[in-house]
């Protein structure tokens, strides 16, 4: 049995110790970050950030050698586009079109997963009032060796596009545009 100047003292130190374990720099990958419940794409976008971690730590440490870990399958961009927005003269032609705008749509989600996405913005306040929010995303990079998962119709009058592409080329990808 504690006595209560015993059971004070383990209070001090747990509370002591609760206090300061935000003090330690900790580094947690992306993965141990991730909740119980994450999605397979967000399970795959964790891995590549800590491979892509893990490869700039290896460089800075020995330049010539990169390592890899986890296990992602692949990144995946999803498009959609209407039929009848498309500037076509036949029903078919316009749904090539849709198709086609579905594919771009599903390259730049794929864009922006791999080399991100360049927000600015701008507002105007006056006299204590918002006049102007503008934000705008840029999204710019290359994309290389995308394959077609799958082409589906949603409806009477839209496409669904998902490209994909394996970690190792995206690696390649990354590699290629930081110019290593």
Do not use: W
Not at 48 to 68: G, I
Not at 75 to 82: D, K, S
Not at 111 to 136: C, F, M, P, W, Y
């Amino acid at each position: 049995m504690t006595s209560p100047r015993q059971s004070a003292a383990r209070l001090a130190l747990l509370c002591l110790c609760a206090a300061t374990a935000g003090c330690l720099p900790m580094h947690r990958s992306a993965t141990s970050s991730l909740p119980l419940g994450a999605d397979p794409q967000t399970r795959q976008l964790a891995v590549l950030k800590d491979d892509l971690d893990n490869a700039s730590a290896v460089r800075a440490a020995a330049p010539s050698v990169t390592r890899s870990t986890g296990t992602v399958t692949q990144l995946t961009g999803l498009g959609f586009a209407q039929v009848s927005r498309q500037p076509g003269h036949s029903l078919n032609q316009r749904r090539i079109l849709a198709m086609r705008a579905a594919r771009m749509e599903a390259m730049r989600d794929l864009v922006e997963q791999i080399h991100g996405l360049k927000l600015s913005s701008n507002t105007t306040v006056k006299d204590a009032v918002l006049r102007d929010d503008v934000l705008r995303g840029k999204v710019d990079g290359e994309i290389r060796g995308a394959r077609t998962v799958r082409i589906t119709p949603k409806g009477s009058d839209s496409f669904e596009v998902v490209l994909a592409i394996d970690p190792d080329t995206v690696r390649y990808i990354v590699k290629a545009a930081r110019g290593y």
